[in-house]
């Protein structure tokens, strides 16, 4: 099956500062997400990006499919920041009923933000 | 947006019992949903997919008569941890398929619940 890596591991960041999250994929794919897991386990999509730059607020991502890499920046980093941040790829078409998605999941990147 | 709801959120059972966890998507109906485990610290691992009508396809390793899935409905789907052990005791992730949504492509049609904590003692 396809492999993910996310790189690093573990992240500590003083509040304000920027930071790169990636993730590596072994194959091509057809969708690809990044979440953000809270301290009470809630998953929280921050961005469907199978291709091509979003943004939202202090947080983009930027997907290079081509390559096999995705990156999710965070910028002026909060407190709130802190949590797991999971990258999942999935190679298959998902279609009208989404009856053959089979996400698989990065280890995540454990981000902690300081006061 | 879509709202996946998943009951309860936290659970304690005492070996030997069996425990039903329900995921329902509320203002869509899902024809395919989606059960995952995850170990403290660790990443996600799909378990089963979810088809309403029909039997849920379990991915390696997962014992299926120890994880009943069951979805009955376009809203709901269960999974019952039978005869739970203390090893069974993990974090349990559902998510919901918005149909159509993925063709469009914008925006993700994988809506997730909340998780449920079990814990067996």
């Known amino acids: 099956g396809i492999q993910v890596e996310q790189s690093p591991p573990d992240l500590i960041l003083q509040e304000g500062a920027n930071s790169t999250l990636r993730c590596n994929f072994s194959?091509?794919?057809?969708?690809l997400q990044w979440f953000h897991q809270n301290p009470w386990g809630q998953l929280i999509n921050l961005f469907y990006?199978?291709?091509g730059t979003k943004q939202n607020g202090r947080l983009s991502a930027t997907t290079v499919a081509t390559e096999r890499y995705s990156l999710l920046y965070i910028s002026s980093s909060q407190t709130t920041d802190s949590g797991v941040y999971f990258c999942?790829?999935?190679?298959?078409?998902?279609?009208?009923?989404?009856?053959?998605?089979?996400?698989?999941f990065g280890k995540g990147i454990t981000l902690s933000v300081r006061p | 947006g879509a709202v996946v709801s998943q009951h309860p959120s936290r659970v304690i059972c005492k070996s030997g019992t069996s425990v039903k966890i329900e995921c329902r998507s509320l203002?869509?109906?899902?024809?395919?949903m989606f059960w995952y485990r995850q170990f403290p610290k660790q990443s996600l691992m799909l378990m089963a997919t979810?088809?309403?009508?029909?039997?849920?396809?379990?991915e390696q390793g997962v014992e299926k008569d120890k994880f009943l899935i069951n979805h009955a409905s376009l809203t709901l789907s269960t999974l019952t941890v039978t005869s739970a052990h203390p090893e069974d005791s993990s974090f349990y992730i559902c998510?919901?398929?918005?149909?159509?949504?993925?063709?469009?492509?914008?925006?993700?049609?994988?809506?997730f619940g909340n998780g449920t904590r079990l814990t067996v003692t």
């Open positions: 990006i199978p291709s």
């Open positions: 999942a790829v999935d190679r298959s078409y998902w279609g009208f009923t989404g009856a053959n998605s089979k996400l698989t």
């Open positions: 194959d091509s794919v057809n969708n």
């Open positions: 203002d869509f109906q899902a024809t395919t």
């Open positions: 979810s088809n309403e009508g029909s039997k849920a396809t379990y």
């Open positions: 998510s919901a398929f918005r149909p159509g949504q993925g063709v469009i492509g914008y925006d993700s049609p994988l809506h």
